[in-house]
């Protein structure tokens, strides 16, 4: 990580920063007690509290030039989903993939690529942060998330959306190993937070989340999911599987990752 990242950090959470570096340095050993993991959460609830006390909930992340732009973007997590189904979906350049918008709304949505791409867009350059300790600054076209639920219509107890996606990174029979994630409304209504059809001028490639991906541009890497193919709103994550809230998130990384 960088200097920059850890002082901001170390700032927002204070003495609790111990506790939550835990999830950031060995993120991947599963939260197997109690009492440390609630002090986690606290540490990640102080976290966030503070970063929008301080930053504002509409703050935007640094945006730079196309002089900035990194030569090489290194593919993180799967550089390909293993499913029949997306092999179909990338064989036909996506074609007859959808975007599902279902849970807490009025109006269930579905949306082809084309149809996403005639809506208003937005381009920006930021840079990605992994939790690894790499960076890269790249440039992201794509529909603001906040305009495609708000033609779904939330209903008054939406609280999460939550990200299912193509890739499964664990086999398992209750569904847990397939990779997904989440955020809250506030940081889904982020004018930043959008979700990204096109990186560097050009339709993503496979390896960097085709057809769709989200950009949430002041959290971690690991909150940028790839190979989305629906989105549910939900009043909470009891029903997700470990209920963390994500898959990295049910193996011990904290739920809310802002830098």
């Known amino acids: 990580m960088t200097r920059s990242f850890l002082t901001r950090r170390r700032f927002l959470i204070g003495s609790t920063l111990g506790a939550s570096a835990l999830t950031l340095a060995g993120c991947d050993i599963p939260e197997q007690n109690t009492a440390v993991g609630s002090i986690i959460r ?41 499913g029949e189904d997306y092999a179909e979906f990338a064989e036909g350049k996506f074609a007859n993939w959808r975007l599902k918008i279902d849970g807490l709304v009025d109006r269930p949505q579905e949306f082809s690529l084309i149809d996403l791409k005639r809506l208003p867009a937005r381009t920006q350059i930021t840079r990605h942060d992994c939790v690894e300790g790499w960076s890269a600054i790249g440039k992201w076209t794509g529909v603001p998330l906040g305009a495609v639920l708000s033609s ?42 959008i979700l990204a059809y096109q990186m560097n001028g050009k339709d993503l490639t496979v390896g960097h989340g085709a057809p769709l991906r989200l950009r949430v541009e002041r959290q971690l890497g690991y909150k940028q999911a790839k190979y989305i193919m629906r989105i549910e709103i939900v009043d909470s994550f009891a029903s997700l599987w470990g209920g963390n809230g994500g898959f990295w998130e049910d193996r011990g990384y904290e739920w809310y990752a802002g830098i």
């Open 42 to 82: 606290s540490a990640e609830n102080l976290t966030m509290k503070a970063q929008r006390l301080l930053q504002g909930r509409d703050a935007l992340a640094r945006e730079f030039s196309e002089t900035d732009i990194s030569p090489s973007f290194r593919v993180n997590g799967t550089s390909a989903p293993d």
């Open 152 to 193: 779904a219509g939330l209903r008054p107890n939406a609280r999460f959306a939550v990200f299912h996606c193509a890739d499964e990174l664990e086999k398992t029979l209750d569904g847990s190993g397939r990779y997904y994630e989440s955020i809250d409304l506030i940081d889904a209504f982020h004018p930043q937070t």
